[in-house]
Every structure is written in C-alpha cells, then in structure tokens.
C-alpha cells in the first residue's frame, strides 16, 4: 500500500530537548516536505528536498533542521524546541515538484512543547 | 508573498442542504488542487483543475476553476454527515517550481 508514515503521532516534550519526528515514503517520490498546521493558517511549508542531498527552506523554517539521506527518508529535527514550535506536522511526498502532481501526505504528528 | 483566503472558515449546515466553498487570490496559479482532511488523518487529493473556466465533478461535489486562474469554488450538493471534514485548497505557482501553496481551510459539520 502507497503510503507516507510518520513517527511519532503524538509526543509532549519540554523547552530545549531535542527531538525527531521520522518520515518514510514507500513510493520512491522525489519530492518530500515538511508542514505545520496551525489554527486559522492553514498549512505552511518548513522545509523541502528535491532529491537526496537536496534540501530548501520553506515559508517558516527558523527552529527546524532536514535531511535527506535516502531517498525514502525525511526526518525532522528540532533542535531546541520551544512552546510556538507546539503543532500538527505533517509530512508529504509527490512524484516530482512538477505541476498538477498529488502530494501524499502522513497522518500527522502533534508535537506538544511544555 | 501569495495568498489563498478561502471561506468561509467555518460552516455548519443540516444534511441536505446545499452549501459553496470559496479560494480566492489575487495571484494567477498554473493549477489548483483541493483536499480534503478528516480528523486525525492528512489531507487527501479530491481534484485538481489546471484549465480556466474548468468545472470538474465527484459525485456530489462540484469544483470550478476561475477564467483569470486566481479563484475556485467547491459547490456540495445535498450535503451528507459523511461530507463532514476540513476542505483545503492548494494553488500552484509556476515561478516558484510548482510549490503548493494552501488556503486556510473550511471546516465543515453536517449534523444529520
């Protein structure tokens, strides 16, 4: 089954603890990114790759890190997180960063920062 | 920066009644996708028009892109429980590689 899976889909952590949330796709999709849902805006881009060793900013990536060692692969490292940092992250994948291509996207991780 | 403003933000309605969702921007898209998001889970694909002045049909939900490519709608008729969710539109951008770029959502509630 075409899927993109996320980990963890709830966590609470405190002020300063670094954190990861993990992303995997199984449909060999280029194109993967990272987005925070907030109340009232919708969904906004943090960060987004390419390719492997491919990564860019998005619209709000001040307190968020990416990698993109394999193609399947997508975490997302908080390094320090902070309380405005408390979201719903989703992570997505589409075939290529082209137009009309459908983003698949996880279930989604509330992160809870204290 | 563009922005897509949908609206409403929030609808709740009976079951059978009809009901239209607004995307509206000032900027030209190459495309514009809508999702749809229940609770608990991502937002999935319902359609994506690319053509101005295109209406596409699922079902129930009828969805129209603008003449100009700034604005679309998503027309639901005879609205059911099931159709009860958080609608996403999604504009692409052909100057910045296709990027999405996403409204704020409408919640919608039918109560049967």
């Known amino acids: 089954e075409a899927q993109v899976t996320q980990n963890p889909r709830y966590l609470i952590t405190v002020t300063g603890k670094k954190l990861t949330v993990t992303c995997s796709q199984n449909?060999?999709?280029?194109?993967m990114s990272w987005y925070r849902q907030d109340p009232g805006l919708g969904l906004r881009q943090i960060y987004y790759?390419?390719?492997?060793?491919?990564?860019d900013k998005g619209d709000v990536p001040e307190g968020y890190k990416v990698s993109r060692k394999e193609k399947r692969n997508f975490p997302l490292i908080l390094e320090s997180p902070s309380p405005n940092q408390t979201s719903l992250y989703f992570c997505?994948?589409?075939?290529?960063?082209?137009?009309?291509?459908?983003?698949?996207f996880g279930q989604g991780t509330r992160l809870t920062v204290v | 920066t563009q922005l897509l403003e949908q609206s409403p933000q929030f609808l709740s309605i009976q079951e059978g009644e009809n009901l239209t969702v607004y995307c509206n921007s000032s900027s030209v898209f190459s495309s514009l996708q809508w999702y749809r998001q229940e609770p608990g889970e991502g937002p999935v694909l319902l359609v994506t028009?690319?053509?101005?002045?295109e209406v596409k049909k699922l079902k129930r939900l009828t969805f129209q892109f603008g003449d100009a490519r700034k604005d679309s709608s998503l027309h639901i008729t005879a609205a059911q429980p099931g159709d009860t969710g958080l609608y996403l539109c999604?504009?692409?951008?052909?100057?910045?590689?296709?990027?999405?770029?996403f409204g704020q959502g409408t919640e919608l509630s039918v109560k049967p």
């Open positions: 028009v690319v053509t101005g002045g």
């Open positions: 997505a994948s589409s075939q290529r960063q082209v137009f009309n291509t459908e983003a698949f």
């Open positions: 999604a504009g692409q951008n052909p100057n910045q590689g296709g990027k999405l770029i």
């Open positions: 449909m060999n999709h280029e194109y």
């Open positions: 790759s390419m390719n492997v060793e491919v990564t």
